[in-house]
Every structure is written in structure tokens, then in C-alpha cells.
């Protein structure tokens, strides 16, 4: 009869395990071809080279990896509250004796050798959101619950803002793709959608022509809370109406208005007949049309007045250069155009192993860690950046699956933390490198260089594989 370790060891997730391996390997080869310098090479045991100390951020990873599928699995849940006060705790003391790199108070330092704290909260919210959620009669919708969901992710992306790194802090909004499995409405994913489209058109377009879209964005809500398209046919017939109406008045006292001041004219005209209406008969549909319409204002003054007094400058030029508001080559978009060029050089096969020039010769700042994926794109070509997609899609496919297939609710929540962590970093990181979004300065997991980010992941993917290796029992 087989033993309860070699139980153990049948019942981890190998292909999981494999990916993992494969990428973290695949990962060093790339910093090594990033920074290696054939005249000042030295060997594995030389930590001034960042080959050297990532080589041995590797084996201190697998060492963390056994250490964490010998606790047992209901240490994880019975000690998730405490673990993450304590590594909320630690931030404000990385505020206190830590030193400032890239503008953020982040590191702290032992030696050469330096650990970025941060990183390791990432999972220990998750097991504090899995606890929270895996109690008995949870039930997401009620406003009490949602508010200190709320809390949890918000703590912590607070104390991290304060280091001045808010690309880690944007991390924990990723929690939210863990509500909508637990039963969060799919509308408010829409909402969220909606917020960033007027965040861009904030920035994009004049105040008289957003009017018109809070009016539409407003009726766009109220048919998804109603569920009633004859409402919202008769909202844009009205609103249609007063644009021709306004058009009308101008043709009869002889003025030729733009499109943008009619739709101005019939927004404000419909905002003031609806809010008569409700004053004198309280009707609910324009009433949540009337709220959304105020709110959608005050969100795009408040979008200008972030964007103006609370982004530094760099993060504002960023924003501009995604938006096409603004080209600065050589300056500020300097970073953005040369991982462009290094991935387009790669081709469809890349130059070869060692052979990019953008990344080894420094031409893409940051290669070997938020910019990695150049180094891949140009060495390995659309061939090497589609195995290294190909990869990160395996790895988040078959995570859900192991999420998906526990009996506890807890580490089914903790196993969709995991799931949502990995996606935002690897989505966002790639996207970034690409132009797609703003450069905010986020590790590609398992293959940018540095030891906290490494050592963060890897606690955060081997909690998981040990739950799932008492996936058949409810740990609580």
C-alpha cells in the first residue's frame, strides 16, 4: 500500500510545476542574454553581475517552493488574517528605513542584496480576500460586504502608494475579477468599462461634447438596471427630439450651430425636464439616470484634477503618449520607442540567442526587468514572444482549473486571487512593452530579474499547488 508521501507527491499538480520551471528557466536565459558583457563577464559566484544574483534567486525560489508544500494546508487558512496585517505592517517600515530607487520607497536593502516587501502582500491579501469570502452566509451583494472587500484591497494599495510605486499598488485592483466568480454583478464590470472610456474621452475631448455621452452612458446604465428597452428607446427619442428641436430653433432665428453645442443644448434641456419630473412625481428610472449623470460629472472633473495636480510628470507624459496628445522620442517616450524597436527587429524567427543588439547594448532601459519581453521579442522573434504567450495562457488556463476543482470555497477564492495576480501582471507588462498601455513599471512574472518579485510569485503559485493537494477536503 503506497505511503502517505508518496500520496503526496502523486497528488501535486505536475503540469503546473513544468510550466513553472520552464518559464523561470526560459526567463534566466533571456537576463542572461540582456546582460551579459563579454569583457566583464564573471562567473556564477560573482554577484555583480545580475545573471549571477538571479541564478541564485532561482534556487532560493525552489527552496521557498518546498518549504511551502511541507506546511500544512490549514496553516495557510487559519493564519491568513494575521499574515496579512503583518505584511501590511511591513510597509510603512520600508517608509521609515528604506532607501529611494527609481523615485520609489519600496527597497530595503541588506547589502547588495535587496528586498522590495510589496511584493509579498500581493499574496497575502489573497489569502486574506480567500478567508473573508470562505465565510459561513458570505453574501458579496450586501453593501456592508462590499465595503470591507473594499477595505482590504484598499489598504494596501494606500500604504503602497505612498512609496511612490503605483504600478504594484494597481496590482490589487485585479481582485476584482475574483467578485464577479464569487457573484459580483457583470454589470459592474460594464460600469468599470464605461469609467475608463470616460477617463480617456476626459482627456481626449472638450467638456461639450462629453455631455452628450453622460447622456447616452446614462441611459446605457438605466436599461441595465431596468431591463426595459422601451425606456431607453424613449430616453434617446426625447433626447433626440430636443437635438432636433435645438436645431430647429436655430435654423428659424437664422444661426448655424455645431452638432457638439446642439447636443450640449438638448443634454442640458433633458437634465432639467427629467429633474422637474422627479421632483414632482419621483420617478425611480430618471431618477438613477439624473444620479448618473451627476456623478459622471463630478468623475470627469475629479479625472482632470488627478490627472493635473496628482500624476507626476512622467506618468502624465506616459498617459499623453498612449492617447497620441504627445511625442517626445527622445525624452520621456524614449523607453516606449526603443521596446518597440527591439521587438520589431526581432522579426518572425529573432536574431538568436545573444545576438539582439536594442537589449544587450542598452539601448531598452530596464531590459532584464520590466522590459524583458524586448529582450525575448528581439532575440526569439514573434516565434519566441508567441511560446512565451502561449505559456502564461497554459499557466492561467490550468490554474483555473485547479481553482475550479476544490471542495473548499477557500482555496477556490485563493486559487482565482492567484489567477487574477498573474493575469494583470503578465496582460499589463506585455501591453506596456508594446505601447498598448501606460508604462507603469510592473515585473513580467517568472522572467523579469529580481528576487522579490520572484520569491513573491512563487509563494503565491506553490500555496495554491499545496491546497490543491487536499483539494477533496474543506480546509477552513
Known amino acids: 500500500m503506497p505511503d502517505q508521501r508518496t500520496n503526496f507527491i502523486a497528488r501535486l499538480d505536475w503540469l503546473t510545476i513544468i510550466l513553472?520551471?520552464?518559464?523561470?528557466?526560459?526567463?534566466?536565459?533571456n537576463i542572461f542574454a540582456s546582460t551579459y558583457d563579454p569583457e566583464g563577464a564573471g562567473s556564477l559566484f560573482d554577484f555583480t553581475q545580475r545573471y549571477s544574483k538571479q541564478f541564485y534567486y532561482i534556487l532560493t525560489a525552489l527552496f521557498l517552493a518546498i518549504v511551502v508544500l511541507t506546511i500544512d494546508s490549514k496553516f495557510w487558512s487559519?493564519?491568513?488574517?494575521?499574515?496579512?496585517?503583518?505584511?501590511?505592517?511591513?510597509?510603512?517600515?520600508?517608509?521609515?528605513?528604506?532607501?529611494?530607487v527609481n523615485g520609489a520607497r519600496a527597497w530595503i536593502f541588506i547589502g547588495s542584496f535587496s528586498l522590495q516587501p510589496a511584493e509579498f502582500v500581493k499574496f497575502a491579501a489573497a489569502l486574506a480576500l480567500a478567508k473573508f469570502i470562505s465565510r459561513f452566509n458570505f453574501q458579496i451583494l450586501k453593501f456592508r460586504t462590499l465595503a470591507i472587500i473594499g477595505i482590504m484591497i484598499g489598504l494596501p494599495?494606500?500604504?503602497?502608494?505612498?512609496?511612490?510605486?503605483?504600478?504594484?499598488?494597481?496590482?490589487?485592483?485585479?481582485f476584482i475579477l475574483v467578485l464577479f466568480r464569487e457573484g459580483l454583478w457583470w454589470e459592474v464590470l460594464a460600469i468599470g468599462g464605461l469609467a475608463v472610456l470616460l477617463f480617456v474621452l476626459t482627456l481626449l475631448v472638450p467638456l461639450p461634447v462629453l455631455l452628450p455621452v453622460i447622456s447616452v452612458i446614462a441611459l446605457g446604465i438605466t436599461w441595465l438596471y431596468q431591463r426595459n428597452l422601451k425606456f431607453f428607446f424613449t430616453g434617446a427619442g426625447i433626447l433626440g427630439g430636443l437635438?432636433?428641436?435645438?436645431?430647429?430653433?436655430?435654423?428659424y432665428i437664422g444661426k448655424e450651430f455645431s452638432l457638439t453645442y446642439l447636443f450640449f443644448i438638448a443634454s442640458v434641456i433633458?437634465?432639467?425636464?427629467?429633474?422637474?419630473?422627479?421632483?414632482?412625481?419621483?420617478?425611480q428610472p430618471l431618477l438613477l439616470i439624473l444620479f448618473t449623470w451627476i456623478g459622471a460629472l463630478i468623475f470627469i472633473f475629479s479625472v482632470d484634477f488627478v490627472f493635473h495636480e496628482i500624476l507626476g510628470?512622467?506618468?502624465?507624459?506616459?498617459?499623453?503618449?498612449?492617447?497620441?496628445?504627445?511625442?517626445?522620442?527622445l525624452g520621456k517616450g524614449y523607453n516606449l520607442n526603443q521596446s518597440k524597436i527591439a521587438i520589431g527587429s526581432g522579426g518572425f524567427f529573432g536574431k538568436g540567442f545573444m545576438q539582439g543588439t536594442q537589449t544587450r547594448y542598452n539601448f531598452v532601459p530596464e531590459q532584464s526587468t520590466d522590459f524583458i519581453f524586448c529582450t525575448i521579442g528581439e532575440e526569439w522573434g514573434f516565434i519566441g514572444s508567441l511560446i512565451v504567450v502561449g505559456l502564461f495562457s497554459g499557466l492561467i488556463i490550468r490554474l483555473i482549473i485547479l481553482a475550479e476543482r476544490q471542495r473548499s470555497v477557500f482555496s477556490r477564492v485563493y486559487g482565482y486571487g492567484v489567477v487574477s495576480i498573474l493575469f494583470f501582471h503578465f496582460a499589463i507588462n506585455i501591453g506596456m512593452t508594446i505601447g498598448l498601455v501606460p508604462v507603469i513599471g510592473i515585473p513580467l512574472p517568472f522572467f523579469s530579474s529580481g528576487g522579490s518579485s520572484l520569491w513573491g510569485f512563487t509563494v503565491l503559485l506553490f500555496i495554491l499547488l499545496r491546497l490543491d493537494t487536499d483539494r477533496y477536503e474543506v480546509v477552513s
Request: glycine residues 6%; charged residues 10%.
Open 20 to 29: 513553472f520551471l520552464v518559464m523561470v528557466v526560459f526567463g534566466w536565459m
Open 78 to 100: 487559519f493564519f491568513s488574517y494575521p499574515i496579512y496585517v503583518l505584511m501590511l505592517l511591513v510597509i510603512p517600515l520600508t517608509l521609515l528605513i528604506g532607501r529611494e
Open 157 to 174: 494599495m494606500g500604504l503602497i502608494l505612498l512609496q511612490n510605486d503605483t504600478g504594484t499598488a494597481l496590482v490589487f485592483l485585479a
Open 243 to 251: 437635438f432636433v428641436l435645438a436645431w430647429l430653433t436655430g435654423r
Open 270 to 283: 433633458a437634465f432639467f425636464i427629467s429633474l422637474l419630473i422627479i421632483l414632482r412625481k419621483k420617478h
Open 313 to 329: 510628470d512622467h506618468q502624465q507624459s506616459r498617459i499623453n503618449q498612449i492617447l497620441g496628445l504627445e511625442s517626445d522620442l
